[in-house]
């Protein structure tokens, strides 16, 4: 199961970009002590996918090149070491991360959420009126929106190190490629400025069980 969703998230990202994907729970190694009091008062729901979160991002991190240390965090958006960009992400039964070395690539963004997870009623809070009109006339609708909802996840997670304010579901379009890919079209002027210059290459694919989304902001 590990290496179909590993070769899954693969799919997701450029040459640069290290992955690693896994079972929470059946990811064994171990957390730094300031790692472990960042969970101290969690579920063991959410300590499970916490660990494994921070076990997938050592085994990334370590492809490049980069030695063990405690990843903490800042409102939980993870402090990547020095001149490292990433992204963790997990939903039912899955957690995924992607890291690569800060450069030309500015930011990556990971999502997973559950093939069919994104209800009608989330989708009308988040989704914009195009996008619904979109997603209305699709034979997939139930799949069509999970994607849309993880691009827009995806997308936000891969400018947490250029941009730390919050931008909002209705700042942004996606448009949805049939060949895997997603346009993110800027509805929000905050967004438009942050992608001056960039460049955002946006994927997704499905399992039977998971939609998965990746975004990379680059320099253009
Ligand atoms: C923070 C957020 C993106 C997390 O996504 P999610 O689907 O709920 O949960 P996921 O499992 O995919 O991701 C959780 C992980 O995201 C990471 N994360 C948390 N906050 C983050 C942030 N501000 N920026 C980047 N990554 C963040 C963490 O690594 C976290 O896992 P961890 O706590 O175990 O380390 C989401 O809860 C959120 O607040 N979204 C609203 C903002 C948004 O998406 N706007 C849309 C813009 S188009």
């Given amino acids: 199961v590990t290496d179909d969703l590993t070769e899954l998230v693969r799919l997701l990202f450029p040459a640069g970009v290290e992955v690693e994907a896994g079972v929470p729970g059946e990811t064994f190694g171990r957390l730094f002590p300031e790692e472990e009091a960042l969970i101290a008062r969690a579920v063991e729901k959410r300590r499970r996918e916490f660990r494994s979160g921070r076990i997938l991002a050592r085994r990334a991190l370590a492809r490049l090149g980069v030695a063990e240390a405690p990843i903490l965090a800042k409102e ?13 992400s997990h939903a039912d039964g899955c957690c995924a ?3 690569a070395r800060r450069g030309r690539i500015e930011g990556v963004g990971l999502d997973v959420e559950v093939d069919g997870a994104v209800t009608q009623k989330i989708l009308a809070r988040i989704a914009t009126p195009e996008e619904l009109h979109r997603v209305g006339s699709c034979a997939g609708s139930a799949r069509a929106g999970t994607v849309i909802f993880s691009a ?4 936000y997670k891969s400018l947490a190190a250029v941009h730390e304010d919050w931008i909002g579901f209705h700042d942004v379009r996606i448009e949805v490629g049939d060949d895997g890919t997603f346009r993110v079209v800027p509805i929000a002027a905050a967004v438009r400025s942050v992608l001056a ?14 939609v998965f989304a990746g975004a990379v902001l680059a320099r253009s």
Avoid: H, N
């Fill in 197 to 210: 210059g960039r460049r955002l290459e946006g994927r997704w694919c499905a399992s039977d069980r998971w």
């Fill in 76 to 88: 939980r958006r993870p402090l990547w070491p020095e001149g490292i960009v990433g992204s963790i």
């Fill in 97 to 99: 991360v992607a890291a």
């Fill in 152 to 155: 827009k996840e995806a997308f």
